[in-house]
């Protein structure tokens, strides 16, 4: 029991420096911390803990470097921006530029070359999409196109995916392997994550730009 607890201590203490907001939990299933991110946040690490998110028309990519031990996952609700701001900042609130793909990929990219990571090394899967807003009838699909055309242009190993659709997603990402646990959930009602994505989509236009998949 000691053991387990200065496990659980240390790896809840050894986030890396500007993701100290995120989400971070002991998974007692799975023995293993878990950081939880929601849309516009990202979270990069060299722990031995999983990142989650669910997805509905958002989009996560998941990218590590192998052979360094490193790896992110991001949440984005919008394919890209063409405003530019020299006070553009990463973060993990609705209001910063990562609620843009173009922003959530770039800087997600800039934290693993940061400490350690190299970008030809760089491998990647990529999930969500799904045509869960009947009001945004193409914003999955466009964030899917999105990221499929940045891994190419980037020259980023595409290693898997599961885009499109129309459910929702949860997914777990073991940022060290690469290993990711996907599950597409087809029976429960989507009114929390429809909810959600409505909500934050809202936001948006109020406040300033400033291994393998196993299913479970």
């Given at each position: ?5 200065s496990?659980?201590?240390t ?6 420096e ?8 002991w ?5 293993v ?8 946040e ?10 989650a ?5 958002c989009?996560s990519?998941?990218?590590?470097d192998p ?10 609700m ?5 405003e ?11 209001s910063?530029?990562?609620?843009y ?6 800087h ?7 400490h350690g ?6 491998q990647?899967k990529v999930?969500?999409g ?8 193409d914003v ?8 499929l055309?940045?891994?190419k242009?980037?020259?980023i190993?595409l ?9 929702p997603?949860k997914?777990?990402?073991?940022p060290?392997?690469g290993k990711v646990?996907l599950?597409?959930?087809?029976s429960?009602h ?7 994505e409505r ?5 948006l236009g109020?406040v300033?730009?400033?291994?393998d998949?196993?299913?479970?």
């Open positions: 029991m000691t053991s387990l607890l496990r659980l201590d790896n809840l203490d050894a986030c890396l500007g993701f100290e907001g995120i989400n971070r939990f998974d007692r299933r799975r023995n911390v878990v950081a939880k991110i929601l849309p516009g990202f979270y990069v690490t060299k722990n031995s803990e999983m990142i998110t669910t997805l509905g028309s989009v990519a998941c990218i590590w052979a360094v031990a490193i790896g992110g996952m991001n949440h984005f919008l394919p890209l921006t063409d530019l701001s020299d006070n553009v900042t990463w973060g993990n609130v609705a910063d530029a990562t609620r793909g173009n922003y959530a990929m770039e997600m990219i800039n934290e693993l070359l940061k990571a190299s970008r030809h090394r760089l990647a999930f969500g799904a045509k869960v807003l009947r009001h945004l009838t999955g699909e466009r964030n899917a196109e999105f990221v055309r940045y891994l242009e980037e020259n190993a290693l898997g995916e599961d885009l499109n659709d129309v459910h997603r997914v777990l990402f073991d060290i392997s646990l599950k597409q959930l087809r429960m989507n009114d929390t994550i429809t909810s959600r909500k934050y989509q809202a936001g109020k300033p730009v400033g291994g998949v196993e299913l479970f």
